[in-house]
């Protein structure tokens, strides 16, 4: 019994660190590191010809990485004159983690932020999906002085009922943690993938080629698999706090959410931040679940464009 136990254990381990390997060679990283004093952050940096008429750095959600948001908004937003800036957060991607405390999306605001204005950039409209709904809003509370705008998409931004899916607590434990991710996340997860994107996008279809381009599935390494679910637990405490500060954001803010949301209920964090962030306006697609930069990028756009003229605006002396 102890000789098949041990030789199952080693075959898990030996099958998540094959995989891991196959992942990182299919799914090299797109982009460029930038070398902070914790650890390096991986970004992918795209610009218009000519003068940027702004940046947007966009920030994506949990289980996820750069890709996300850039496959989605990147080329139209670089057609329309903006430069696009999209990081892996830390710990995904291929992004190292950057410390103990980077669960905090606190701390994440703080270490992107270091690593753009080494790139030259100390000013930008921030858009969050998702995780990083409360990521953005932490920018424009945290860092008024670098936030332009700010996008939320499908945001997580309030306390909420009830705790987040059965492996996240365990996958985030010390010991316990450790071995789930480097025994048994690879596996199950692959085993379930199809079914776990497809409730990404629904009531919409996974896009086409979707886990192709963004490579998703690295996801699944145990370090990132740790890490996400390191985000994920620490969330409810941290967006319980955050939300009684909603009221001090200045910068020209917009919401985009999907009516048919199961994910994250629109009317308990997009509408309730709407009501609390003077000045922010609120779009809700009928029939668009929790990926509406996918199922309906135009109207995301439209929201990037509104927040830069009323930036542009701001920021205009007045006569």
Known sequence: GALALAACVAGLFAFTRWSTRRLERRFPPRGRFVSLPEGRLHLTDL????????????????SGNEADPRVALGERLVALGFRVIAVDRPGHGWSERCGADAANPARQARLIRDALEREGVDRAIVLGHSWSGALAQN????????????????????GWPGGVSWHYEPTALPVV????????????????????????????????????RTGVALVLRPRAFRANAQDVVGLKAFVTAQSRRLGEIAAPTAIVSGAADDIVLTDLHSRASAKAIPGARLTILPGVGHSPHHAAPEAVTAAILDVARRADGASQPRS
């Open 139 to 158: 920018f424009a509370l945290d860092h008024k002085d670098f936030t332009q705008g700010l996008v939320l998409v499908a945001p997580v931004t309030h």
């Open 177 to 212: 943690g450790w071995l789930f991710a480097h025994l048994l996340a690879m596996p199950l997860g692959l085993l379930i993938f199809e079914r776990a994107l497809a409730g990404v996008f629904a009531p919409q279809p996974t896009p086409a080629d979707y886990a192709a």
């Open 47 to 62: 610009r218009p010809e000519g003068a940027p008429r702004a940046t947007v750095l966009l920030l994506h959600g949990a």
